[in-house]
């Protein structure tokens, strides 16, 4: 008999997770803050639960896929959480993008129950959830990782345990800090030709055949050639990400003036009431410092 999974957090990124999980022949319970969230899934097979507490009844693995920690401690150790529900031995998989001190704490908590977490922070965007080809990155015990593997690799096409407990979450962040310096130098590539007079697909199709090509180039560039800022990744996303990396940097004494730079720029989106657009709107922030409007 299959494992009974429980996944709490159903848009974006949770949504389609959970369905590949529903195809894979899991029985699947679930549970979102706005109700209307479950109703596809549960139209996929899924059995809808009135709160976390009960989900975890139902459940050996449960997955969390919400916005913060203080959403997944609420979830987790909350008056109706997780952990008032769970059997000793069930494993919490949180693959919410958190700070590595806070899965650190939760884990910590839910340990007091029997309850063990894996912190699982993945990267694909909404099109590696839906094809199930998403990278994860796994941190916690390396035995409870390896009963979890298998239902992982519905999710990911490269799962891979990284170390003890917050260790996935502190390769998450490594993850941010890659993907906006290539954001960044991917929208400083189209300002300059922008405002250059170049015609961006032709400039594009060039960069992406040489040493430049690279998958924000390839999946988002069209996005930014077409106006087309409706996100799969929001700005608040990004900067409750690279406020996290700054954090852990500033606990390591890690300079990161590149982060801090990508960081002030979102500012100004936010400031431009761009928040919940797509990061890379952070070319419309560009654009305007060169004397541009899109």
């Given at each position: 008999m299959k494992t009974r999974i429980g996944?709490?957090?159903?848009g974006l990124m949770g949504g389609p997770m959970t369905a590949n999980l529903l195809k894979a022949g899991y029985p699947v319970t679930v549970w979102n803050r706005t109700h209307k969230k479950m109703e596809p899934l549960v139209a996929l097979g899924a059995t809808a639960a009135g709160s976390p507490r009960e989900l975890a009844a139902r459940a050996e693995i449960i997955f969390t896929m919400v916005t913060n920690a203080p959403q997944v401690r609420e979830v987790l150790l909350g008056k109706d959480g997780v952990i008032h529900g769970a059997a000793a031995g069930t494993i919490v998989i949180d693959s919410s993008?958190?700070?590595?001190s806070a899965a650190r704490e939760i884990a910590e908590q839910l340990a007091t129950a029997g309850i063990h977490l894996l912190d699982a922070p993945v990267s694909g965007g909404p099109e590696g959830a839906a094809a199930g080809t998403l990278s994860i990155m796994v941190g916690g015990d390396h035995a409870v990782f390896a009963c979890a593997q298998p239902i992982l690799e519905v999710l990911g096409k490269t799962v891979r345990y990284v170390g003890p407990q917050g260790t996935g979450q502190l390769v998450k962040l490594c993850n941010q800090v890659a993907g906006a310096m290539n954001m960044l130098g991917m929208c400083e590539?189209?300002?300059?030709?922008?405002k250059g007079g170049a015609d961006l697909n032709v400039v594009r199709e060039l960069l992406m055949g040489g040493a430049a090509g690279s998958w924000m180039m390839q999946t988002w560039g069209p996005k930014i050639i077409q106006r087309d800022f409706r996100p799969g990744f929001s700005v608040a996303n990004s900067q409750k990400d690279l406020r996290n990396v700054l954090q852990e940097a500033a606990a390591l004494h890690v300079p990161?003036?590149?982060?801090a730079l990508v960081n002030q720029l979102h500012e100004?989106?936010?400031?431009?009431?761009?928040s919940q657009e797509a990061t890379f709107a952070l070319f419309k922030v560009l654009m305007r410092l060169a004397g541009e409007q899109i």
């Open positions: 996944f709490i957090g159903l993008s958190i700070a590595p590539a189209f300002t300059l030709a922008e990161l003036p590149g982060v100004a989106n936010e400031a431009a009431g761009e």
